[in-house]
C-alpha cells in the first residue's frame, strides 16, 4: 500500500471532490469576471440578486408579508414620534396661554391631548405587534424555504444515475465534506 502524505488518501490528488466525476465544475472564474466586469462589489450583488430571487420562489407570499412588516416596522417608530412631537406641542400652546379662567382646563385641548396620547399608545402596541409577527413570519420564510431547497435537492437526486451514488469515488468524496448543523 502507498503511503499518503499528510493523511490524504492515494486518491485525492485524481479526484476533485466538489464536483461529480465526469460533470464541468460549478461555475469557471472566466464567467464570473465576464458578469462583474473587474468592478468591485458587483459579484456581491449578483449573490444578493440570486438569493433573492431564490427566497421570492420559495414563498412569494411569505417575501410580500415580510416586506411589508419590514415597511410598518420603520413607520411606525416615526408616527410615533410625530405624535409625542404633537403632544408637546399642544401641552407646551396650553401652558403659554396661561392658567385657564376659573382653574377649569378647556375641554378641546383635553380631549385632544388624550386622543393624541391614545394614539401614541395605539402606535406602540402596533410596534410591538409588528416585531412579535416579524419573528413569526421569518420562521415561516425560513421554513418555506428550506422546504423548497430539500425540494429541489430530493428532485436532482432523483434524476441522477444509482450509479453515481454507487461509486467509490463519490463516497470518498462525501466522507470528506464537512458537516454543517444550521
Known amino acids: 500500500r502507498k503511503k499518503s502524505h499528510r493523511g490524504a ?19 469557471s472564474s472566466s464567467s464570473t469576471d465576464k458578469r462583474t466586469m473587474g468592478v468591485p462589489g458587483v459579484s456581491f450583488l449578483l449573490r444578493v440578486r440570486k438569493t433573492l430571487a431564490f427566497v421570492w420562489r420559495a414563498g412569494p407570499g411569505w417575501s410580500i408579508a415580510s416586506a411589508a412588516v419590514i415597511v410598518v416596522n420603520g413607520l411606525v417608530p416615526l408616527l410615533v414620534l410625530y405624535l409625542i412631537k404633537l403632544i408637546v406641542d399642544t401641552v407646551t400652546a396650553a401652558a403659554a396661554a396661561g392658567p385657564p379662567p376659573g382653574g377649569v382646563v378647556d375641554d378641546g385641548q383635553f380631549q385632544t391631548l388624550m ?8 402606535a406602540s402596541v402596533v410596534r410591538s405587534l409588528c416585531l412579535a409577527s416579524t419573528r413569526w413570519i421569518g420562521e415561516a420564510q425560513a421554513q418555506a424555504v428550506t422546504d423548497y431547497m430539500f425540494g429541489i435537492l430530493h428532485d436532482k437526486s432523483v434524476e441522477m444515475d444509482l450509479n453515481y451514488y454507487e461509486n467509490p469515488a463519490f463516497r470518498d468524496c462525501q466522507l470528506k465534506l464537512p458537516v454543517r448543523i444550521v
Not at 488518501?9 to 461555475?27: E, F, K, N, Q, Y
Not at 386622543?115 to 395605539?122: Q, R, T
Open 9 to 27: 488518501s492515494p486518491r485525492s490528488d485524481s479526484h476533485h471532490c466538489s464536483r461529480a466525476p465526469g460533470r464541468p465544475p460549478l461555475m
Open 115 to 122: 386622543w393624541l396620547i391614545a394614539a401614541a399608545g395605539g
